[in-house]
């Protein structure tokens, strides 16, 4: 098997491309590392295809370590042929492979077997050459043997029968076309249970649809229904076509004799060994297939949510909402250090409204506060009516925002969140956390195991450590896109940079609390356990400002400094002047990149990304995104009108629309045929988690608390 050419051909890249890009995973380079520091070597590829060619490279490997072993197994056992060396080696799957070695496979006893220990397997071969003149039950005589167990003819006919149902269940190429036939022309159907009984899944209790046709966001929906005990699944597929086919395959003889035997041997086989197999497989495939494509929008909205901009320089009361055991507020400083807590009631039972407004009022003049973060939780609409009212009451410009608390309850009662507040309660902790989201949203999210965050489609179904694998993925790629302070940053945000694993993540603060700030990136190789290549994996995705080496504060890696510093002098710059604004007229002094990169000793691409870092250091690309709305009035769900057209967050994409914060405490959903005039494949060519759309309201139900609406 050719890994190298079937990568080169599923992603369209060059074979040199893959070929050094497998070389470059292989030495242990991280791929944040590879998509920025060796374009030159890859030809540019970006993260994305990047960690796509990883995952498969894997898959690959294992198929090939797979066949290898597969292929040992049956040359061990001396039934390896030259034709099914051939076949293995061409399966392209992991099933397919599979499906091969399934004859050879050490069974459970099954009745097949006990059937040829009882010496029927002669007569199951006669009857499949379909060369019998005379009865069956003559031909069975025979092979009557009391000793055996094989008491009759219809015992040894039994017997026989179990041999040929086992023989057509074991062969691959039946096997390969009944599950393609099943994919192609099958259906997958759910019925309820007890029909009578409301639930979620009610339009899943009488349900059919094409097995090919089915959106994921659906197969997961009934996996859950079933899994919940409501809804009854199965797959249906077209059998009078499967067994047609089987019966061409193997009845190849007109023979009265043979033929009604052999179709019923068909029927058993497809019955009761080869149709509950594929239904298996088929369930497992659409899931994983519904599984891969929910991660990705998973994965993408977590991107978005991580990207969001900082809202930098404010005084923020965090407002963890709650109602019997009151609200809980945190004012967090511009620096995100915790100034006060406190405990409010204004929310029923209580009710001490007047009370929380004193406070409140209180802590914006005593602290500054500039900016209140309501957590969208339980009782965050009274909370945020509660708000409204007070801030129309003083004379202090302070807005609010509700933020979305997702994975705060998780991050407060976490063993992080105790090192980090010890003396805080899980409320207080929270309310720190709600501030804190609004001021680096990246810093404080990186806190919370990515799934607990909330933004996906049943992310509790599918394969927890593929999921965990691709979101820590996302991350890992956020925050090395955005780069890192490291004389700030925390453990938890350190250890999702390249090269850096828990253990050093926590040295590096160890080191940085024993020692003070760090003034150049060199001092890291004093930090316990990191060493050359993990130096060189993650020195240019951590920031220094006000250090040593002005080149520390840009995401210029230290193995081009020396370049960099001959490119200044050549262009009449000073290094020591590098500031956060800049040398902005760099890029229009280089007239010829190709020529001037010779002259340097580096890659052109490898030039153009240090003068681009050289034009504006330490680049937030964050700040190129909408920023949250900012808040001072509230609207009731009872205010919408059909018509109305409003201004909103996107808070989640989903394969069959987006859900929209439009300020009530109800999202809105844009259902994926209202967001464009054009054919929308997939909501995310539209829309991604923190942007800022308009939308009219289509309908309001506030029974159901439903809210329509339209982006056209």
């Given amino acids: 098997m050719d890994i190298i050419k079937i990568l080169q051909e599923e992603l369209g890249i060059k074979r040199g491309q893959a070929e050094t890009t497998i070389q470059l995973i292989d030495e242990g380079n991280t791929i944040p590392f590879i998509a920025r520091y060796r374009k030159e070597m890859t030809g540019s590829l970006d993260d994305e295809t990047l960690r796509t060619f990883y995952e498969r490279l894997l898959y690959l490997r294992n198929l090939q370590d797979r066949k290898d072993a597969v292929v040992k197994i049956i040359e061990e056992q001396g039934k390896l042929t030259d034709e099914l060396r051939k076949e293995i080696e061409e399966a392209q799957t992991l099933v397919a492979v599979e499906d091969l070695y399934r004859p050879y496979k050490q069974k459970k006893r099954t009745r097949a077997m006990i059937a040829k220990e009882r010496g029927l397997e002669p007569l199951a071969n006669v009857i499949l050459l379909q060369k019998i003149h005379q009865p069956l039950e003559k031909e069975a005589e025979s092979y009557i043997n009391e000793e055996k167990g094989v008491q009759t003819v219809e015992d040894a006919l039994n017997g026989a029968k179990d041999i040929l149902a086992e023989n057509i269940s074991d062969n691959a190429k039946y096997r390969t076309y009944i599950r393609k036939s099943t994919w192609d022309y099958g259906k997958i159907t759910s019925l309820a249970k007890k029909p009578e009984e409301s639930s979620v899944f009610e339009m899943y209790y009488d349900f059919e649809e094409p097995i090919r046709k089915i959106a994921g966001y659906r197969v997961l929906a009934i996996n859950r229904g079933e899994k919940e ?35 019923e041997a068909i029927e058993d086989s497809y019955k009761r060994l080869i149709a509950p197999s594929i239904e298996r497989d088929i369930r497992s495939e659409l899931t994983e297939n519904a599984g891969t494509e929910a991660m990705k929008v998973f994965g993408k909205n977590l991107e978005q949510l991580l990207m969001q901009p900082p809202i930098a320089g404010q005084t923020v009361l965090g407002w963890d909402p709650a109602f ?20 409010v009631y204004p929310t029923a039972p209580q009710n ?3 009370e929380a407004k004193q406070i409140v009022k209180s802590l914006i003049k005593k602290y500054g506060i500039t900016l209140i973060s309501i957590g969208n939780g339980t009782a965050s609409r009274e909370s945020e009516q509660i708000v409204v009212e007070m801030l129309k009451e003083i004379k202090e410009p302070v807005q609010y925002v509700i933020t979305n608390e997702a994975g705060a309850s998780v991050y407060s009662a976490s063993k992080l969140a105790t090192e980090e507040f010890p003396n805080f309660d899980v409320g207080q902790r929270s309310a720190a956390s709600i501030a804190r989201r609004v001021q680096d949203p990246l810093a404080e999210l990186v806190k919370i195991e990515p799934k607990a965050i909330g933004v996906g489609q049943y992310q509790h179904d599918m394969n927890q450590k593929q999921l965990s694998e691709v979101l820590s993925g996302v991350v890992e790629a956020t925050v090395n896109k955005v780069g890192v302070d490291l004389n700030t940053a925390s453990a938890s945000l350190l250890e999702y940079v390249s090269g850096i694993s828990k253990a050093v993540s926590k040295n590096i603060v160890t080191y940085r609390e024993e020692n003070g700030r760090f003034k150049n990136r060199k001092q890291l190789l004093k930090v316990a356990k990191l060493g050359p290549k993990a130096f060189e994996q993650c020195a240019g995705f951590l920031r220094i400002s006000g250090g040593d080496q002005p080149l520390d504060a840009t995401g210029v890696h230290p193995e081009t400094y020396k370049e960099t510093g001959h490119l200044l002098e050549q262009l009449g710059y000073n290094l020591e002047e590098l500031s956060s604004e800049g040398f902005r007229e760099i890029g229009r002094k280089i007239t010829d990149y190709k020529k001037l990169s010779r002259e340097l000793g580096i890659g052109e691409i490898t030039l153009q990304d240090i003068v681009k870092e050289l034009e504006k250091p330490g680049r937030d690309p964050r700040e190129d995104l909408p920023k949250p709305i900012l808040r001072t009035d509230v609207l009731e769900m009872s205010d919408l009108k059909p018509g109305m057209k409003l201004k909103g967050t996107v808070r989640n994409v989903i394969d069959f629309g987006a859900f929209i914060d439009i300020g009530v405490h109800q999202d809105g959903l844009v259902h994926i045929s209202q967001m464009s005039d054009k054919f929308v494949k997939h909501p995310l060519e539209i829309v991604s988690v923190g942007d800022i759309v308009d939308v009219t309201v289509l309908s309001v ?12």
Avoid: H, W
Avoid at 243 to 261: E, G, H, I, R
Avoid at 701 to 712: N, T, Y
């Fill in 229 to 263: 005990g409501i809804l009854t699944v199965k797959i249906e597929p077209d059998q009078q076509k499967i067994a047609s086919y089987l019966a061409n395959q193997v009845v190849t003889k007109k023979n009265p004799n043979t033929t009604k035997f052999l179709l």
């Fill in 324 to 343: 019997r055991t009151g609200c809980k507020l945190a004012v967090v400083d511009p620096t995100g250090k915790v100034l006060d807590t406190v405990v």
């Fill in 352 to 354: 001490k409204v007047e």
């Fill in 701 to 712: 139900d506030e029974k159901k608390k439903r809210i329509q609406l339209s982006m056209k």
